[in-house]
């Protein structure tokens, strides 16, 4: 695993300078609060962040042992900051390894590019608890396991809200971040595959990996159309509970910020 770029908290100065966080601040940023009618985007990209905090936290804890915090990535904003626990550094392989310090390395940087693109509307990373389902940091196969999990539930999330998006150009870097998920999610549903590891379904719309009941090498269905997922959808997994009006539990002790955050 000779890739260092979580040994920097993966290099966020040159990130920070490069076109395409330029860019994306440019197409999202400057039109969030421009105009009164698209108010509602940023309450769609605040839903991705509460996200992309989960993840983002994941992968670091998982590579590097470190939380993003401490990795100078910024987690305040708008309403309650809470902490994240739970969680250490897993043993990887050189393969798996290499996958997971890219991966974050990606998650890390939606984190930064969606905090910069929301300015001061960025919601604050909420209280995470990484351990919600006593699986992911124990040994290779959890942290597979848990991170395909993670990043199909994530690529049907994008999928579900873009209709929600009235902006084009944030609907254009919404779907760059969901492209992404996509090829993780399609790395890690290989993984488990190779690895001959049977894992359980997210919900009814899941398709799990092959060598899974019913399981598939993609997360698509017979028009090989990926799973979308309402955002009460998302909320009811990452919050292990589908009852409506769920509003806190399992990864998100306390919810979510933001205006949307009720199954």
Do not use: C, W
């Not at 993840?55 to 309650?80: C, N």
């Not at 929301?118 to 909420?126: E, Q």
């Not at 124990?138 to 998006?165: H, K, M, W």
């Amino acid at each position: 695993m000779e890739d260092k770029r979580n040994d920097t908290g993966v290099n966020r100065r040159a990130f920070g300078k490069s076109a395409l966080t330029a860019g994306i601040v440019a197409a999202a940023g400057s039109f969030l609060f421009t105009r009164p009618a698209e108010a509602a985007d940023s309450d769609v990209l605040n839903f991705a962040l509460n996200l992309e905090y989960l993840e983002a936290e994941f992968y670091s804890v998982a590579v590097t042992g470190r939380r993003i915090a401490e990795l100078g990535i910024g987690t305040d904003g708008v309403g309650t900051q809470g902490a994240t626990v739970g969680g250490a550094k897993v043993a990887l392989d050189d393969r798996v390894g290499t996958v997971a310090m890219h991966v974050a390395a990606d998650e890390q940087a939606h984190v930064t590019v969606l905090r910069q693109a929301l300015g001061s509307a960025a919601v604050a990373k909420p209280a995470i608890n990484l351990e919600a389902l006593g699986i992911g940091f124990r040994n290779q196969a959890e942290f597979i396991t848990l991170a395909r999990a993670f990043e199909d539930v994530g690529v049907s999330a994008y999928g579900g809200a873009a209709p929600l998006i009235s902006n084009p150009k944030i609907l254009g870097v919404a779907a760059q971040i969901a492209l992404t998920e996509g090829q993780h999610a399609g790395a890690f549903r290989l993984l488990l595959r190779d690895a001959n590891i049977a894992v359980p379904q997210n919900d009814k719309l899941d398709v799990p990996p092959l060598g899974s009941p019913n399981g598939r090498l993609f997360q698509v269905d017979g028009n090989g159309l990926s799973t979308v997922r309402t955002v009460s959808q998302v909320l009811a997994i990452v919050y292990g509970n589908p009852a409506a009006g769920t509003r806190s539990g399992a990864f998100f002790p306390a919810g979510f910020n933001g205006s949307i955050v009720s199954v």
